[in-house]
């Protein structure tokens, strides 16, 4: 592919650049970060939905089926293969979503907030009282191999690392480019005014359907990344309580470019650390009044105080100038 | 066919469990069909009123005095909770977001949800609380060799008189029709001299009072634990979604069924019980996309 | 001439309102056809049917006399029968370009594309023509928002025009602007849209305007039509003249900015 973008240039800079991290920071930071990069991409879910308008409520109801794709395959056929787990939670995503996306499709703003999480919380409800799936408690999945190579204890963390790290950023510039795409622009034409995208000839409901697999795949494939990384899966991972924090996320770090709600995820379970460590019972107070001062002061996101080009508005007319600018003489 | 016993079993039960349903959802749907507020936190408001019931009634049982005050002491802790945390919301955060876009406003009302999580564990730490004394009182009775407590059936009880009295309010006094007019059209009836701002006022803290007080009245027949309010909100979105948001009749309705659903799979099989509460939510939304008593919407073009 | 598009016995109810009867209405290709009526004759039902964003309660619409009663709005559009609104339905918080760019890019592609850049120096000079073939290229980097009802019903009829139709509906293209800039507003619509064979149907209260730019007209009148024929014909009808221009027009008079009745 060529005619990379800023962004697009700027995630394959990134790859060394975090794969380093992983082998000179100290363990317990690559730890969270590791972590980060899973939920993270269940944030960009979340995200690439809000682009076109529409907040889930429910994402981690593919964040939860990739994981359980991931640890069933484990458990059922003793499958540990990286790339076979990854395609396994890819394939449950999608046809989950593909199903489900007809029902999604047809309700918009609260209406989708709650159902998307109405339909995580039926998963939540049968994995619960699942006792074969280790009901509320989950169970563990295996050490992960590689095309049948199984990395030795002392180095399994930094390879899964940084297997890990490629999916993560492959997963980010493809997400870029949907949303430089046709489709990506009818996301955010849906947001605007859904009578004139059927005015011009496009079905709105085909549109939040294709938005709404393509978030389940990103999130499955952070559900899978994320079992891995902790070796354990349980019910929690589709509670909606945990949806809601990637809403959290997506609010905190801004909708403006793919970037924000991996660095808003990684933030987010740093300042968790502490926070926990100082004020143990406070932690959603300051969960909560952050998110509510972000909507009041900040309502693109802290990475409109990052960008140059802050969030939604002026998004397209940049890269339109952009695109013009060798042209010259136009004003 | 069902056996007899499991029949009546499923029949007091869902009765039961509709009860709990309604008044834990009716402020929901209130304060969306007046405000058009989706308030997730309404669940903080289940959690403290419950925690407020189970907390009080304990203290006042060590005193050792009768235990027929302790249903007072219920709808008491519900108001002074319902009326405190409802105030200090609408009044210190909410007003200055009205007129913002509802899907914002839900954001809102999750992060107050948050924030109510953790007051509620500030002040009442993280053990949980029972306070079973209300419940035994009145003793039980047997329905066809079933033991039932007869504080369930009072509660059934009074699911029906608050449906009943706010089912009055609303059509039949003066305040109430001035609220028709208000959820009708908000502009028309500020520049009318009708007082919106109260009206909103009142209202959310009438659902706050009535969350509260679905926790407070559940409170002797569960433990009260942290999550509680989390739990809860799942279900009363199931309920109002089924009715139709912002309908009080659509949650009585709505409550009956996802009550005789839960019932129904708790009897037959377990493993389903949350299951069966969406099942029938997605069957009713397949027929009727916005719920049984959707609120119209005007022409676009 | 062809006839493009034919309806017969078009009715709609909304339960006992009856807000169009009976609408047999023959568009030929590339005509210009003006539409008059008090607010509630039922022209835009008339619109909204016939672009099939309300099903008729019966009767039936012909393209090219391809039955299409039923299908819906976007099919139609693909179709060729485009239109612009009353109120613009345009992306607020997005440029003027981005509007137009969003219109082509759909307009160009019948399947999705999920992974290719839409923004290419091509369609920005193909969106950027098109402004300037409205006369409005000028704004092109302006968020909407923060732009005159006039110029934003010229975007919203410019993304009507981005896929050539065959048949295009102008609901009340110079409603909300100013009553000097009208007439050169039209001006600048028509001589746009001449360039192209497409068929112009507009819903206009200005008869100085239909007089102008209308060969022929049709008046709307209780959700039936009231007349149809050369626009000298209509607007000499008695009944048009008591029920829709109203007393106020004269023929050759100056004093005609007409409003709805209602």
């Known amino acids: ?331 | 066919m069902l056996p007899m016993l499991t029949a009546i079993a499923i029949i007091v039960d869902g009765l039961g469990f509709s009860a709990w349903l309604f008044l834990s959802s009716v402020g929901l749907t209130l304060i969306y069909g007046v405000m058009r507020i989706l308030n997730i936190a309404h669940g903080g408001f289940y959690a403290l009123g419950a925690y407020s019931a189970a907390w009080s009634i304990g203290l006042y049982s060590q005193t050792g005095s009768t235990i027929a005050l302790t249903f007072l002491l219920i709808p008491v802790a519900a108001l002074v909770a319902g009326v405190v945390s409802g105030l200090l919301i609408e009044r210190g955060i909410l007003r200055f977001m009205y007129g913002k876009d509802e899907i914002l406003m839900v954001l809102v009302t999750y992060a107050i949800f948050l924030v109510l999580e953790d007051v509620t564990k500030l002040i009442w730490g993280t053990d949980s609380y029972v306070a079973y004394q209300p419940a035994f009182y009145f003793g039980s009775i047997d329905v066809l060799g079933i033991p039932y407590t007869v504080y369930r059936f009072i509660v059934i009880g009074v699911a029906a008189v608050v449906g009943a009295a706010l089912w009055w309010a609303l059509n039949y006094t003066r305040s109430g029709k001035l609220l028709m007019v208000v959820i009708e059209d908000r502009e028309v009836s500020a520049s009318l001299g009708i007082n919106v701002t109260l009206f909103f006022t009142v209202t959310f803290v009438v659902g706050a009072v009535l969350g509260a007080f679905g926790g407070a009245v559940a409170a002797p027949e569960i433990s009260v634990t942290p999550g509680i309010g989390a739990e809860i909100i799942v279900l009363a979105f199931a309920v109002i979604v089924i009715g139709g948001m912002g309908s009080v009749g659509g949650a009585m309705i709505g409550a009956i069924i996802v009550g005789f659903a839960r019932a129904f799979s708790v009897h037959v099989y377990p493993p389903a019980e949350l299951f069966s509460i969406y099942l029938v939510m997605a069957v009713v939304l397949a027929f009727r996309p916005y719920g049984l008593f959707a609120l119209a919407e005007g022409r676009k073009i | 001439m062809t006839v493009v598009l034919e309806t017969r016995g078009l009715e709609k109810r909304f339960d006992a309102v009856v807000a169009a009867r009976d609408i047999n209405a023959e568009i030929f290709e590339s005509e210009v056809l003006g539409i008059i009526g008090s607010n509630g004759a039922g022209k835009t039902t008339f619109v909204n049917m016939v672009t099939g964003y309300l099903q008729p309660s019966s009767g039936q619409i012909l393209y090219r006399g391809r039955d299409i009663t039923g299908m819906e709005t976007r099919d139609i559009t693909r179709l060729g029968i485009c239109r612009s609104f009353q109120i613009p339905q345009l992306f607020l918080e997005l440029t003027a370009l981005d509007n137009v760019l969003i219109a082509l890019s759909v307009a160009r592609e019948r399947r999705p594309v999920l992974f290719r850049p839409v923004v290419t120096r091509e369609i920005v000079d193909e969106a950027l023509e098109l402004l300037a073939k409205f006369r409005i290229e000028h704004v092109a980097h302006q968020e909407v928002t923060a732009l005159p009802q006039g110029v934003r019903k010229l975007i919203d009829i410019a993304m009507a025009t981005v896929a050539n139709p065959d048949l295009l509906f102008l609901d009340e293209p110079t409603s909300g602007v100013s009553a000097e800039e009208k007439m050169d507003m039209m001006e600048v619509l028509i001589s746009a849209l001449q360039s192209t064979n497409t068929a112009v149907l507009f819903i206009e209260h200005d008869m100085e305007i239909i007089e102008r730019f209308s060969p022929r007209v049709m008046a709307f009148y209780e959700g039936t039509i009231l007349a149809d024929g050369p626009t000298a014909d209509v607007l000499r009808n008695e009944k048009v003249r008591e029920f829709v221009v109203g007393q106020e027009f004269h023929r050759n008079g100056t004093a005609a900015t007409m409003k709805g009745t209602a």
């Open chain 1, 1 to 331: 592919m060529n005619n990379l973008d800023r962004t697009e240039l700027g995630f394959i800079a990134a790859l060394p650049l975090l794969i380093a991290c992983g082998l000179l920071l100290p363990q317990w930071i690559v730890n969270y970060i590791h972590v980060s990069l899973g939920t993270g991409l269940v944030a960009l879910g979340v995200m690439v939905q809000m682009r076109a308008g529409l907040v889930s409520f429910g994402q981690g109801l593919y964040f939860c089926i990739g994981g359980y794709a991931a640890g069933l395959a484990g458990r059922l056929w003793g499958l540990s293969d990286f790339f076979l787990l990854i395609a396994l939670g890819i394939a449950a995503g999608l046809v989950v979503s593909f199903l489900l996306g007809f029902l999604l499709r047809r309700y918009r703003r609260i209406f989708y907030a709650m159902l998307s999480l109405a339909v995580s919380m039926i998963l939540f409800g049968l994995l619960s009282s699942s006792e074969e799936l280790g009901s509320t408690d989950g169970f563990n999945l295996p050490a992960t191999s590689y095309l049948g190579w199984l990395p030795g204890q002392s180095v399994s963390g930094d390879v899964l690392y940084v297997a890990t790290c490629i999916p993560t950023v492959i997963c980010a510039i493809l997400l870029h480019r949907f949303l430089r795409s046709p489709m990506g622009y009818v996301g955010e034409a849906l947001r605007e005014n859904e009578i004139r995208i059927e005015y011009l000839g496009m079905s709105a409901r085909k549109a939040v359907h294709i938005i709404y697999v393509i978030a389940a795949v990103v999130s499955s494939i952070g559900g899978v990344l994320w079992a891995m990384a902790l070796g354990h899966i349980d019910p929690e991972m589709t509670n909606w309580v945990t949806s809601a924090q990637f809403v959290f996320i997506a609010i905190l770090s801004g909708i403006g470019n793919v970037a924000a709600p991996l660095f808003g995820t990684l933030l987010l379970e740093f300042i968790r650390v502490y926070a926990v460590e100082i004020a143990p019972d406070s932690w959603h107070i300051i969960v909560g009044s952050v998110m509510l001062l972000i909507i009041v002061f900040l309502p693109r996101g802290l990475w409109s105080l990052v960008s140059s080009n802050n969030g939604l508005k002026n998004k397209f007319t940049h890269r339109v100038k952009a695109a013009s600018e060798p042209e010259g003489a136009r004003s």
